[in-house]
């Protein structure tokens, strides 16, 4: 991206006419949640995600979207890092629907690896 950026220029290293690559580390106070973009439930209205309660229960949640990175997405209101998400909720499924949690870093009969 062209930028233009002013800055001293002490001992004069820039000369007119030469240019340098730059890169801007930037951090941000609160930074927004980034979720899987498999997560996001787009239907007729606004952008949802399917999140699940302590009774693993399917609750649809409102989001509000920042910035689309393709395979991951910036969440900026609607839901926190608290919240149990479904990465990849099937289109059939129900607000209200009970799901059953499966470890996916268990092997056989449930044991951890």
Same mark, same amino acid.
């Given at each position: 991206?062209?930028? /233009?950026?002013?800055? $001293? ?8 006419? $030469?240019?340098?690559?730059?890169? =801007?580390?930037? $951090?941000? @106070? ?12 787009? &239907? ?15 609750? =649809? !949640?409102?989001?509000? %979207?920042? &910035? ?8 900026? /209101?609607? %839901?926190? /890092?608290?919240?149990? %998400? ?7 499924? !129900?607000?209200?629907? $009970? ?8 092997? @056989?009969?449930? /044991? @951890?690896?």
């Amino acid at each position: 991206m062209l930028t /233009e950026v002013r800055m $001293t220029n002490e001992g004069e290293l820039l000369r007119p006419g $030469t240019y340098a690559d730059v890169k =801007f580390h930037l $951090t941000h @106070k609160d930074p927004p949640l980034l979720i899987p973009s498999s997560a996001l439930i787009v &239907r007729s209205g606004e952008p949802r995600v399917a999140t699940l309660g302590g009774d693993n229960k399917v609750r =649809f !949640q409102i989001v509000q %979207l920042g &910035r689309d990175y393709g395979t991951k997405v910036e969440v900026v /209101e609607g %839901l926190s /890092e608290k919240d149990r %998400l479904l990465i990849a909720p099937p289109d059939d499924l !129900q607000d209200g629907e $009970t799901v059953r949690v499966v470890d996916s870093r268990a092997g @056989k009969n449930g /044991e @951890k690896n």
